[in-house]
Protein backbone atom coordinates (compact mmCIF):
# COMPACT_ATOMS: atom_id res chain seq x y z
CA UNK A 1 0.00 0.00 0.00
CA UNK A 2 2.84 2.10 1.37
CA UNK A 3 4.73 1.72 -1.92
CA UNK A 4 2.01 2.36 -4.28
CA UNK A 5 1.33 5.38 -2.66
CA UNK A 6 4.70 6.57 -3.46
CA UNK A 7 4.31 5.60 -6.56
CA UNK A 8 1.23 7.59 -7.52
CA UNK A 9 2.61 10.76 -5.70
CA UNK A 10 5.71 10.59 -8.07
CA UNK A 11 3.46 9.72 -11.03
CA UNK A 12 1.86 13.41 -9.75
CA UNK A 13 4.94 15.51 -9.35
CA UNK A 14 6.49 14.38 -12.75
CA UNK A 15 2.76 15.42 -14.56
CA UNK A 16 2.80 18.85 -12.56
CA UNK A 17 6.46 19.51 -14.52
CA UNK A 18 4.49 18.98 -17.83
CA UNK A 19 3.73 22.44 -18.24
CA UNK A 20 7.12 24.15 -17.58
CA UNK A 21 8.64 25.31 -21.16
CA UNK A 22 12.37 24.37 -21.90
CA UNK A 23 12.94 27.16 -23.45
CA UNK A 24 11.28 29.99 -25.77
CA UNK A 25 9.41 29.58 -28.75
CA UNK A 26 10.76 32.82 -30.33
CA UNK A 27 12.57 33.73 -32.38
CA UNK A 28 14.94 36.59 -31.27
CA UNK A 29 17.79 38.36 -32.69
CA UNK A 30 20.76 39.81 -32.02
CA UNK A 31 20.53 43.93 -31.66
CA UNK A 32 22.35 45.76 -34.11
CA UNK A 33 25.27 46.74 -31.79
CA UNK A 34 25.54 43.40 -29.72
CA UNK A 35 28.69 40.47 -30.13
CA UNK A 36 27.37 36.80 -30.66
CA UNK A 37 29.15 36.94 -27.48
CA UNK A 38 26.63 39.58 -25.82
CA UNK A 39 23.88 37.46 -27.32
CA UNK A 40 24.33 34.21 -25.75
CA UNK A 41 25.05 35.62 -22.24
CA UNK A 42 21.62 37.56 -22.62
CA UNK A 43 20.35 34.56 -23.90
CA UNK A 44 21.23 32.32 -20.93
CA UNK A 45 20.54 35.06 -18.47
CA UNK A 46 17.13 35.95 -20.05
CA UNK A 47 16.07 32.18 -19.88
CA UNK A 48 16.56 31.84 -16.62
CA UNK A 49 14.51 35.17 -15.55
CA UNK A 50 11.88 33.32 -17.62
CA UNK A 51 11.65 30.52 -15.88
CA UNK A 52 12.12 32.59 -12.72
CA UNK A 53 8.85 34.39 -13.48
CA UNK A 54 6.98 30.93 -14.23
CA UNK A 55 7.94 29.05 -11.10
CA UNK A 56 7.89 31.64 -8.74
CA UNK A 57 4.14 32.43 -10.12
CA UNK A 58 1.45 31.99 -7.31
CA UNK A 59 -0.57 30.17 -9.92
CA UNK A 60 1.12 27.41 -12.00
CA UNK A 61 0.28 27.17 -15.74
CA UNK A 62 -3.32 25.45 -16.31
CA UNK A 63 -1.63 23.93 -19.74
CA UNK A 64 1.69 24.01 -21.57
CA UNK A 65 0.18 26.36 -23.97
CA UNK A 66 -0.27 28.74 -21.10
CA UNK A 67 3.15 27.60 -19.67
CA UNK A 68 5.05 28.56 -22.47
CA UNK A 69 2.74 31.91 -23.44
CA UNK A 70 4.16 33.02 -19.89
CA UNK A 71 7.47 32.10 -20.79
CA UNK A 72 8.20 33.60 -23.97
CA UNK A 73 6.67 37.11 -22.81
CA UNK A 74 9.09 37.23 -19.84
CA UNK A 75 12.16 36.26 -22.53
CA UNK A 76 10.88 38.45 -24.89
CA UNK A 77 10.69 41.49 -22.38
CA UNK A 78 13.90 40.83 -21.02
CA UNK A 79 15.47 40.50 -24.68
CA UNK A 80 14.28 43.49 -25.75
CA UNK A 81 15.17 44.99 -22.74
CA UNK A 82 18.72 44.28 -23.31
CA UNK A 83 18.28 45.87 -27.27
CA UNK A 84 18.44 42.66 -29.01
CA UNK A 85 15.44 42.15 -31.91
CA UNK A 86 12.25 40.90 -30.98
CA UNK A 87 9.10 39.89 -32.90
CA UNK A 88 6.36 42.21 -32.81
CA UNK A 89 2.90 40.42 -34.51
CA UNK A 90 1.51 42.73 -37.20
CA UNK A 91 -1.42 44.12 -35.25
CA UNK A 92 0.01 45.63 -32.70
CA UNK A 93 2.45 47.90 -35.06
CA UNK A 94 1.22 51.51 -35.58
CA UNK A 95 1.93 53.58 -38.41
CA UNK A 96 3.01 57.35 -37.91
CA UNK A 97 0.43 59.95 -38.94
Keep these: ?11 SMLCSCSTMPTGP ?7 NDKTFDQFHADDAMCR ?3 RELITSSQKEPDSKEEGQQGYDIGYIQCMYGKGHQVPVEEE ?5 L
Aim: proline share 4%; glycine share 4%; aromatic share 12%.
Design 1 to 11: MLRTLKFLMLI
Design 92 to 96: IVYEA
Design 48 to 50: RYA
Design 25 to 31: SVLVLPG
